[in-house]
């Protein structure tokens, strides 16, 4: 079982063979890169290239770590025994599976995808150490231990927001997801756009590196907004030759799909400003 990448994914050497390294030591792949860069879309073309079915855990600021496994309505049994419904008898009615419990119980092997998992509390990873590593959990109200049948392949990726503890990263297998030179960039659009004009991509991806190497400039538009930005250019049938326009308005083409904040519109407009006092 190895990943060899996909025809809608460019994944590099090294991805790849992180992500077989990950499945061969049975160990979570923890990817890290920044926002934008494919991280959530690798768990899906991995579960795509393999066959196997995709469990997507996604967390939030609010998520406990208790939710991926099981989740308990005390409340809802209260209730049904005052009202004398027969529910109440099996304490099994009232507990919800969480996604790690879908993964240990599927029938076949399966990819669980923790997606950015630095959103929640500190101690969320801690949390899952022994789920995670040993495979299996105990259910307190029913007294029954839930193995995974089948072994998932974990794969967690994070944005860097928080550092993960130290206990819970030798746990993992790390890859690190480099931002795409301007070759590898020039692939990804061509599998998202194909048949889109070469001269068109070369300008706008030359600029879009100008852009993200700007000096002062807060939030470094990602992959996902290129490709986005270079959307909207072939939908507005825009030349070449006018995405750069005139020194004196420094904002590119359809600036908004690239600088998410005033500040670096601020930036853009300060440069225009002076380009045109000179």
């Known amino acids: 079982m190895r990943f060899e990448g996909t025809a809608e994914y460019v994944a590099d050497k090294d991805l790849m063979v992180a992500v077989n390294a990950a499945i061969a030591l049975e160990r979570p792949l923890l990817v890290k890169g920044e926002p934008g860069t ?50 109440f008898n099996d304490i099994k009615n009232y507990i919800k599976r969480g996604k790690l ?16 998992i630095d959103k929640a509390d500190i101690e969320f990873p801690n949390d899952l150490l022994q789920e995670l590593d040993k495979m299996e959990f105990f259910v307190y109200e029913t007294g029954e231990t839930v193995r995974a049948v089948n072994r998932p392949i974990v794969i967690i990726t994070s944005n860097n927001e928080k550092e993960l503890p130290d206990a819970f990263l030798r746990r993992c297998f790390f890859h690190y997801i480099r931002f795409p030179d301007a070759e590898t960039l020039a692939r990804i659009v061509d599998v998202h756009y194909p048949g889109i004009k070469r001269n068109l991509v070369s300008a706008a991806l030359g600029q879009f590196y100008e852009i993200r190497d700007m000096a002062g400039l807060k939030k470094k538009p990602s992959t996902s907004e290129a490709l986005d930005w270079i959307r909207l250019l072939v939908a507005d049938d825009v030349a070449p030759e006018d995405l750069r326009g005139a020194a004196t308005n420094a904002l590119p083409r359809l600036h908004g799909a690239l600088l998410k904040n005033e500040q670096d519109v601020h930036l853009f407009e300060k440069l225009a400003f002076m380009a045109r006092r000179q």
């Open 38 to 87: 494919g991280k959530t879309e690798l768990a899906r073309q991995v579960a795509a290239s393999l066959g196997l079915d995709l469990i997507e855990w996604h967390v939030k600021s609010t998520t406990r770590a208790q939710q991926g496994l099981y989740e308990y309505d005390a409340v809802s049994r209260l209730r049904d025994s005052q009202l004398g419904d027969e529910r």
């Open 101 to 116: 419990w879908e993964a240990f119980a599927a029938d076949r092997k399966c990819v669980l995808l923790i997606d950015e």
